[in-house]
Nanobody, 122 residues
């Protein structure tokens, strides 16, 4: 069974940093793209950043210059380094994998993690 497991959320003061990690577990052959969404209460879910297996990364305008997404294909893990955090970054952050194929031949068009809470507050 393939699944995504996130870690690294928590409470941080404005201006602080956090690093989120998301590991895809299971017998994974390939993942086309990995990324992060976030959702704050009463707000539509927002795409934060994505990194394809090859090609350019994408960042939402709201996080450009502050967040950095990276990926370790040997570990099927994606990271989100979040610096200069603001109160408006408070949300549940969800890891996302697209185009995932495992060694049994099963294909997942989209797979999402359970989410990790990030709270930015003094």
């Amino acid at each position: 069974q393939v699944q995504l497991v996130e870690s690294g959320g928590g409470l941080v003061q404005p201006g602080g940093s956090l690093r989120l990690s998301c590991a895809a577990s299971g017998s994974i052959y390939s993942i086309a793209a990995m990324g992060w969404y976030r959702q704050a209460p009463g707000v539509q879910r927002e795409l934060v950043a994505t990194v394809p297996s090859g090609g350019n990364t994408y960042y939402a305008d709201s996080v450009k210059g502050r967040f950095t997404i990276s990926r370790d294909n040997t570990k099927n893990t994606v990271y989100l380094q979040m610096n200069s955090l603001k109160s408006e970054d408070t949300a549940v952050y969800y890891c996302n994998a697209e185009g995932l194929q495992d060694y049994s031949g099963r294909y997942y068009s989209v797979l999402r993690g359970q989410g990790t809470q990030v709270t930015v507050s003094s």
